[in-house]
């Protein structure tokens, strides 16, 4: 068909060129000489372009709007609630009021940084996905916790616009059969372009049964800051729980004001400023029947009869203009303002519990995620999920602690889903929910772990595990960019122990342990994290790089791929040390395989070198002399010391460092572990319960 309508028009354009040559038609005369030829070319360039429109008409072929050579998916069908975007390819309308931040400008702060940050989201689409490309950082001021000030990162996340089911999942028995959300590491994307992590922390833990004092976290620092969120390697900012706060407007939020309809055709204040997050109800006091309708189509009321009243409320700043369908001179007008919200106020206690929560995110099988409000039996409900604690755990083994059973009282299946009614799908949809936490001393009631999701009912998008496709997505996408690793010595900084190491490159640096700390920086640390130095990291919050023999060295840059773990390598994962035999650098023979110095005291230091060869002064040794330092000098050492700080032991100074309250003289203090309540001074044989010396050793922060 199209080829025969180009023939057509050449054909046409050709009989009419002619014609118009034939015919001799003398422009000379009225226009001059020189424009004879011009005439005819502009009435031939007429003649092509009306006789090209029926070719350019016929070149959207699914009649979407867009030209075939524009369009991404030139079969689009029409569908209901469907709309289409400007490449052609259709997506679900209710999008359009869903994401946060669109195109950009939502300037907000980085509490722990103190940097201004821009939250930011764009939306693109194909006849499978929808692509959510963003920077991750929130609508809302962020803190980040012992993981540092917060960075922009360059996320593509993938969502599949029409979820489909999997069917080995059934999680209204269990999690067996389903395809489980990571523990650590992204399982869902908020509508700010978040990520909503897993609830574990770095070394296992539940990260928010330990945020709300359930259990004390002794393997790493861990905080969460607003709205259940922090940073972790690289400063990505993420949520552990909670998420509600992005729609969440301050605390002079959610008030109504009322609009009278009267019966001289008015709307009764005409102009009205709110903020976001407030409500506006119209009542009609007229006899005669009208509408609010948006000029822009925002919103409807549809027909108000008398005495009848209509409610709409604005989550977003802009100006908004409205009028009646029946009278065009009714009309009114509602400026919605951003109120000035100190973020650190934010609690979940003042999320409005009487409102159906909206949609905070999407899983990666694009089911969507609500707030913690929903509705049973049309009543507007706390949910719950059907986790509780086992008998005698805490949380300090994270999912491992957890049981899930359909009665254990709450509202959710295995995945901490539901299908039911929303805001957005009156008829119902599959959907999960955020549940919060209970505070308090029993946590076997608690009913909100795993907080998002703890599995999948839909098949996820696999490259979304990743931290986000890279550019263009597709099936191959994996790590946007190598872990951080501010002092490049091949170990990222979310678990590099000792983070200021300097050269570890043969022949003239130093070796290093699998955590990056070269001998030196090791032997500061407690023996506690000593051991943990010895062991290459090999979480999921972020995923760990492949290191098949667990030097510390990601693989891609190991040199010697058979090194004994534990033991000192340099910066290309070789130890580089001289065989006894032969003298010659054999690269993968340990640092550790060649004789060693005497070391009577295993404090790493050599008997030739040590000061006290009979003392051991692991963690207690800030001039590596291999003697327990006394750094007050009141002749008590820093291993027995209550007050390492203090020459007079009256522990004037421990408060600053937040060790001991100001009343604690030496071993009075209950807290001491060879407690006396009849003593009065510090003999020198004083323990307290806490063995880590303020200001010596170096502390490992393993990020979550």
Known sequence: MLETVILVNLALCFLFGAILFNRKYDLS?????????????????MAFTLNMMPLVSAADSDGDGVDDADDDCPDTVDQDDWSIADNGCSYPSYMDDVWQCIDGGVMVQDLTGNDDEECSVTLSYDATYMTVTTPGIANHDMEGGPGGEINSQDYSWKLPLVPVDD??????????????????????????????????????????????GIYEEDRQQIELGVCGAHSGPGGSYHYHYDGNCMHWHGDNSNENHDVSITDDKDFLP?????????TVVWTNNDDSPHTVTADDDEFNSGNLAEGATWSYTFTEAGTYDYHCNYHS??????TVV????????YDFSKVDSTVASLIIGFAFDGYPIYGAYGTIDGEVTLMRSNYVLKDGETGYNG???YVYSADNGGHLDACN?????????PDGIYHYHSTMPVEGNNPSANNAFPYFINCYAGIAEDSNFDGGALEGGGDGGGPMTGPPDADGDNVGDGWDMCDDTGDTSYPDGSPIYPRGCTQEQFDLLSSDNQDAAKVAYAGDDPPAPPDADGDGIPDPEDDCADTEAGKLVYFDGCA???EENGGEDNGNTTANETEEAPDSDSDGISDDDDACPDENASGHDADADGCIDDSDNDGVKNDVDVCPFDPSDECQLAPEEEIFPEDVPGCVHESAENYNPDATDDDGSCTYEKESTPGFGIFATILS
């Open 417 to 425: 889903g539901v299908f039911s009614a929303t805001p957005e799908f």
């Open 29 to 45: 005369k009225v226009y001059g000489v020189e424009s004879k030829s011009l005439g005819i070319a502009f009435l031939l360039l």
């Open 576 to 578: 580089h040390e001289t």
């Open 338 to 345: 951003d109120p000035e919200i100190v973020w650190t106020d």
């Open 329 to 334: 001179s009714m009309t009114g007008s509602v």
């Open 167 to 212: 069917d080995d999942c059934n999680p209204d028995v269990s999690t067996d059969g389903c395809d489980m959300a990571p523990d650590r590491g992204p399982v869902a994307v908020a509508v700010n372009g978040v990520p909503f992590y897993g609830p574990e922390d770095g070394p296992g833990g539940d990260a928010v049964a330990s945020h709300i």
């Open 399 to 401: 999912i491992d602690d």
């Open 270 to 278: 005409e102009d009205l400023t709110i903020n976001v997050g407030d």
